[in-house]
């Protein structure tokens, strides 16, 4: 259990001006004066948990790094480990600054504390979050996301955002090793170093556990430097992740491999989609049954017998409002074609600018599934007022929060354990399974594990939103060449933040949906340069639970857009690629990233009869993404051949998680592509497991998956979510090309017969 302390004097920073000083067993953090606020004081915690702890022998030198009396340097990790090398990605900046050994690197999930919090997010900007998150720089900056002590992986922001935090206590770490050798050997530390896990005076060398047990715990931290690019030879280098053995042995922990003394487990059915309370529950004699606001559930001495005894379970739901049905598809369809609504970006006379024959074209998105291939689960343990949680999150904070209100505690008395992810994607940001675990194991006092079923983890999804969209475009010839002359996108689409933030943080919710940029991201803003642009944001109001899908609105602006663009382009009888170049003649990124896919694609040469080639270009998330997809319709039945991508995201400090993120990414947008969507019908979901909601199987994946890392002087982007959104639109220029129908709704697949 962690413990409290309101004794500590300094902030809790990570720069030069403030550095903590390293310890045997622990250290403290304080959030005193010097991170006050002049608004909302009161809702701010005065005391935190005490943070990272060392077992005997160990030492922390600084909030990030300790080392082992046998060598061993262990990492701090805030950020959830859901399959994209987070682990890695922290422990490869840590050794290359500290100049450790890689075989010697291990990772901790890192506690709930402000010396951990997010502050990247102030420092990067992140889209795809609650606008608190992104608003957080303009309003008080560090102070205020290390006061929320707000925790969150998501974004892609991880590595962009606290790179220079870790890079930074990696450094620190390095000046006290290197201020103990040189103390030892009687030299100036500027004439030592360190490489491979040792510390480096000529032909002397001291390995880091020797060197660490000399330091000087009492004196002032030495001035750590940097190291210069020539002297990090692990940046840019493929290495062997950390997780993979564990995951490969079957020692690796993930939520439903927690195991505790006397655990029960429980299965749970909830309400109508939307909401609906309990109304009424009973259970056959000898089922014991716990009850929630909007759900039920039963227990068992395993996963098998509480989900057999919740069969046995009669439950009611009352229905609150209009339920969720075909109706909201419609109603999107009705205001993307309308004439109302007030632009969210634009710039220039579009209306003028488009004249009388426009090019036209409408799209439409379904409700997405997450579909993680670990449904939601978690454990609890509740003793002497206090809890423990174990199971996959996104945010520590969201889960900390909500489980102490549901338990009537304080936060400090909550301990959450995260464990690995099985899938992500934005779904477990939000810990309703955590705060249900805990409920059940107060109700029955003993520590239970509950495991949603399938049909439950789709039903009780957090959904990416439908979206419909009317987009007019016309090009001109402007002496140059081939220009945009007006483009308009008018987008409906419910607010993901809308429905998030009434769910998980309703202090700093907005009041309705209200049109904004941020809901439409990707359609707001294009790359491609225009003479007159606009673009409309039509919200509505609707009772389907709405959450973060990877990309966010990416995932579905990326679609629209490069559809038309691609119709523009046959408007003028233009090559697509070419049509694109010429629009990007003053964004040279854009430009080189659509090259390198293009060569990689082998765009222009023959393909097999029936099959045809796509392109697609997009920017999120600090990074900028081209993806080429071959495709065909064999027997009504579409078919992928070769896939190609190429990504600038600055610079790849890890590029085998870089490539294995755009392969991810492409084969997830591909699947919602061609076969996916959620309906509903009189507030009931219809697809409810695998076999109604078909994912991409081996069978139907792409032949090849090639990819193309390029190196700019561009800041850090992200590159779990930006290799999505070209996926969609690629397949379907690559359809349109081999049949001659360009599809405009998705799934692809109902459109040519699959």
Same mark, same amino acid.
């Not at 005076?201 to 880091?208: G, V």
């Not at 939520?255 to 009973?282: C, N």
């Not at 340069?529 to 990877?550: C, K, M, N």
């Given at each position: 259990?962690?413990?409290?302390?309101?004794?500590?004097?300094?902030?809790?920073?990570?720069?030069?001006?403030?550095?903590?000083?390293?310890?045997?067993?622990?250290?403290?953090?304080?959030?005193?004066?010097?991170?006050?606020?002049?608004?909302?004081?009161?809702?701010?915690?005065?005391?935190?948990?005490?943070?990272?702890?060392?077992?005997?022998?160990?030492?922390?030198?600084?909030?990030?790094?300790?080392?082992?009396?046998?060598?061993?340097?262990?990492?701090?990790?805030?950020?959830?480990?859901?399959?994209?090398?987070?682990?890695?990605?922290?422990?490869?900046?840590?050794?290359?600054?500290?100049?450790?050994?890689?075989?010697?690197?291990?990772?901790?999930?890192?506690?709930?504390?402000?010396?951990?919090?997010?502050?990247?997010?102030?420092?990067?900007?992140?889209?795809?979050?609650?606008?608190?998150?992104?608003?957080?720089?303009?309003?008080?900056?560090?102070?205020?996301?290390?006061?929320?002590?707000?925790?969150?992986?998501?974004?892609?922001?991880?590595?962009?955002?606290?790179?220079?935090?870790?890079?930074?206590?990696?450094?620190?770490?390095?000046?006290?090793?290197?201020?103990?050798?040189?103390?030892?050997?009687?030299?100036?530390?500027?004439?030592?170093?360190?490489?491979?896990?040792?510390?480096?005076?000529?032909?002397?060398?001291?390995?880091?556990?020797?060197?660490?047990?000399?330091?000087?715990?009492?004196?002032?931290?030495?001035?750590?430097?940097?190291?210069?690019?020539?002297?990090?030879?692990?940046?840019?280098?493929?290495?062997?992740?950390?997780?993979?053995?564990?995951?490969?042995?079957?020692?690796?922990?993930?939520?439903?491999?927690?195991?505790?003394?006397?655990?029960?487990?429980?299965?749970?059915?909830?309400?109508?989609?939307?909401?609906?309370?309990?109304?009424?529950?009973?259970?056959?004699?000898?089922?014991?049954?716990?009850?929630?606001?909007?759900?039920?559930?039963?227990?068992?001495?395993?996963?098998?017998?509480?989900?057999?005894?919740?069969?046995?379970?009669?439950?009611?739901?009352?229905?609150?409002?209009?339920?969720?049905?075909?109706?909201?598809?419609?109603?999107?369809?009705?205001?993307?074609?309308?004439?109302?609504?007030?632009?969210?970006?634009?710039?220039?006379?579009?209306?003028?600018?488009?004249?009388?024959?426009?090019?036209?074209?409408?799209?439409?998105?379904?409700?997405?599934?997450?579909?993680?291939?670990?449904?939601?689960?978690?454990?609890?343990?509740?003793?002497?007022?206090?809890?423990?949680?174990?199971?996959?999150?996104?945010?520590?904070?969201?889960?900390?929060?909500?489980?102490?209100?549901?338990?009537?505690?304080?936060?400090?008395?909550?301990?959450?354990?995260?464990?690995?992810?099985?899938?992500?994607?934005?779904?477990?940001?939000?810990?309703?399974?955590?705060?249900?675990?805990?409920?059940?194991?107060?109700?029955?006092?003993?520590?239970?594990?509950?495991?949603?079923?399938?049909?439950?983890?789709?039903?009780?999804?957090?959904?990416?939103?439908?979206?419909?969209?009317?987009?007019?475009?016309?090009?001109?010839?402007?002496?140059?060449?081939?220009?945009?002359?007006?483009?308009?996108?008018?987008?409906?689409?419910?607010?993901?933040?809308?429905?998030?933030?009434?769910?998980?943080?309703?202090?700093?919710?907005?009041?309705?949906?209200?049109?904004?940029?941020?809901?439409? !991201? $990707? *359609? %707001?803003?294009?790359?491609?340069?225009?003479?007159?642009?606009? =673009? +409309?944001?039509?919200?509505?109001? @609707?009772?389907?639970?709405?959450?973060?899908?990877?990309?966010?609105?990416?995932?579905?602006?990326?679609?629209?857009?490069?559809?038309?663009?691609?119709?523009?382009?046959?408007?003028?009888?233009?090559?697509?690629?070419?049509?694109?170049?010429?629009?990007?003649?003053?964004?040279?990124?854009?430009?080189?990233?659509?090259?390198?896919?293009?060569?990689?694609?082998?765009?222009?040469?023959?393909?097999?009869?029936?099959?045809?080639?796509?392109?697609?270009?997009?920017?999120?998330?600090?990074?900028?993404?081209?993806?080429?997809?071959?495709?065909?319709?064999?027997?009504?039945?579409?078919?992928?051949?070769?896939?190609?991508?190429?990504?600038?995201?600055?610079?790849?400090?890890?590029?085998?998680?870089?490539?294995?993120?755009? !392969? $991810? *990414? %492409?084969?997830?947008?591909?699947?919602?592509?061609?076969?996916? =969507? +959620?309906?509903?019908?009189?507030? @009931?979901?219809?697809?409810?497991?695998?076999?109604?909601?078909?994912?991409?199987?081996?069978?139907?994946?792409?032949?090849?998956?090639?990819?193309?890392?390029?190196?700019?002087?561009?800041?850090?982007?992200?590159?779990?979510?930006?290799?999505?959104?070209?996926?969609?639109?690629?397949?379907?220029?690559?359809?349109?090309?081999?049949?001659?129908?360009?599809?405009?709704?998705?799934?692809?697949?109902?459109?040519?017969?699959?």
């Amino acid at each position: 259990m962690q413990k409290t302390s309101t004794d500590a004097k300094k902030p809790a920073t990570t720069g030069t001006a403030s550095r903590f000083k390293p310890t045997r067993r622990g250290f403290l953090i304080g959030t005193g004066a010097a991170l006050g606020l002049a608004v909302g004081y009161a809702i701010w915690p005065r005391q935190w948990p005490n943070a990272w702890d060392a077992t005997e022998g160990e030492t922390l030198l600084g909030p990030w790094v300790k080392i082992t009396p046998g060598g061993r340097v262990t990492v701090a990790v805030p950020q959830a480990e859901m399959g994209q090398g987070i682990y890695s990605g922290f422990a490869q900046i840590v050794a290359d600054e500290l100049g450790a050994n890689w075989n010697m690197m291990a990772v901790e999930p890192a506690p709930w504390h402000p010396a951990y919090a997010h502050v990247g997010l102030v420092k990067e900007g992140v889209e795809g979050l609650p606008s608190v998150f992104r608003g957080l720089a303009g309003w008080a900056g560090e102070g205020v996301v290390r006061r929320l002590n707000l925790h969150m992986t998501g974004g892609s922001t991880s590595m962009k955002g606290y790179h220079d935090i870790v890079r930074q206590a990696a450094a620190e770490a390095r000046a006290w090793l290197i201020a103990a050798a040189a103390r030892e050997w009687g030299v100036t530390a500027k004439e030592v170093d360190t490489a491979n896990g040792h510390v480096v005076y000529k032909a002397n060398r001291m390995s880091f556990a020797d060197a660490v047990a000399l330091v000087d715990l009492e004196a002032e931290p030495p001035a750590p430097a940097l190291r210069p690019a020539s002297a990090r030879p692990l940046d840019g280098k493929a290495l062997p992740r950390l997780d993979l053995p564990p995951k490969v042995d079957g020692t690796a922990r993930f939520g439903a491999d927690v195991r505790l003394p006397g655990m029960v487990y429980a299965a749970i059915r909830h309400g109508p989609v939307g909401g609906g309370a309990l109304v009424s529950a009973s259970a056959p004699k000898g089922i014991q049954m716990v009850k929630g606001p909007d759900w039920v559930a039963a227990i068992g001495i395993t996963s098998w017998e509480a989900k057999r005894a919740l069969e046995s379970v009669k439950a009611s739901f009352a229905a609150e409002g209009r339920k969720a049905g075909p109706w909201i598809q419609t109603e999107l369809a009705r205001l993307a074609s309308g004439s109302e609504g007030d632009a969210v970006a634009g710039e220039g006379d579009v209306d003028s600018a488009l004249g009388d024959s426009p090019v036209t074209a409408d799209y439409s998105l379904p409700f997405l599934a997450h579909a993680c291939m670990e449904p939601m689960t978690a454990t609890a343990r509740i003793t002497d007022g206090r809890a423990e949680v174990w199971g996959p999150t996104q945010s520590l904070t969201l889960a900390h929060w909500q489980v102490a209100e549901a338990l009537g505690i304080d936060s400090h008395d909550v301990v959450i354990h995260p464990t690995l992810l099985g899938g992500g994607f934005g779904r477990k940001a939000e810990p309703d399974c955590m705060v249900q675990a805990a409920l059940i194991a107060k109700a029955v006092g003993k520590p239970v594990q509950l495991i949603w079923s399938r049909e439950e983890d789709m039903a009780a999804d957090r959904f990416r939103p439908p979206v419909a969209a009317r987009l007019r475009g016309r090009v001109a010839d402007d002496g140059e060449g081939m220009a945009l002359a007006a483009f308009e996108a008018r987008v409906a689409v419910p607010s993901v933040n809308t429905s998030f933030m009434g769910r998980n943080m309703k202090r700093f919710a907005p009041s309705g949906d209200k049109p904004n940029a941020g809901a439409i !991201e $990707g *359609a %707001a803003e294009i790359p491609y340069a225009t003479q007159a642009f606009r =673009a +409309v944001h039509l919200p509505l109001e @609707q009772p389907v639970p709405l959450g973060y899908w990877r990309a966010v609105g990416h995932s579905f602006s990326g679609f629209i857009i490069e559809s038309f663009i691609d119709e523009l382009a046959h408007s003028v009888r233009a090559d697509p690629l070419s049509f694109r170049l010429g629009l990007l003649k003053d964004r040279p990124r854009h430009a080189a990233v659509l090259k390198a896919a293009a060569d990689a694609g082998r765009w222009g040469d023959g393909l097999d009869k029936g099959f045809g080639r796509g392109i697609a270009l997009h920017e999120s998330f600090g990074s900028i993404v081209a993806m080429v997809v071959e495709a065909g319709v064999i027997d009504g039945q579409v078919r992928i051949g070769d896939v190609a991508v190429a990504i600038d995201c600055g610079r790849a400090i890890a590029p085998d998680s870089v490539r294995a993120q755009l !392969e $991810g *990414a %492409a084969i997830m947008g591909l699947s919602a592509a061609m076969g996916e =969507a +959620v309906r509903f019908a009189d507030g @009931q979901i219809e697809e409810q497991n695998f076999h109604s909601y078909p994912v991409m199987r081996l069978a139907d994946a792409p032949r090849r998956i090639s990819s193309v890392i390029l190196t700019s002087d561009g800041p850090l982007g992200g590159v779990g979510e930006p290799g999505l959104p070209p996926a969609a639109p690629a397949l379907a220029n690559a359809l349109f090309v081999a049949t001659g129908r360009r599809a405009r709704n998705l799934p692809l697949g109902q459109s040519y017969g699959a």
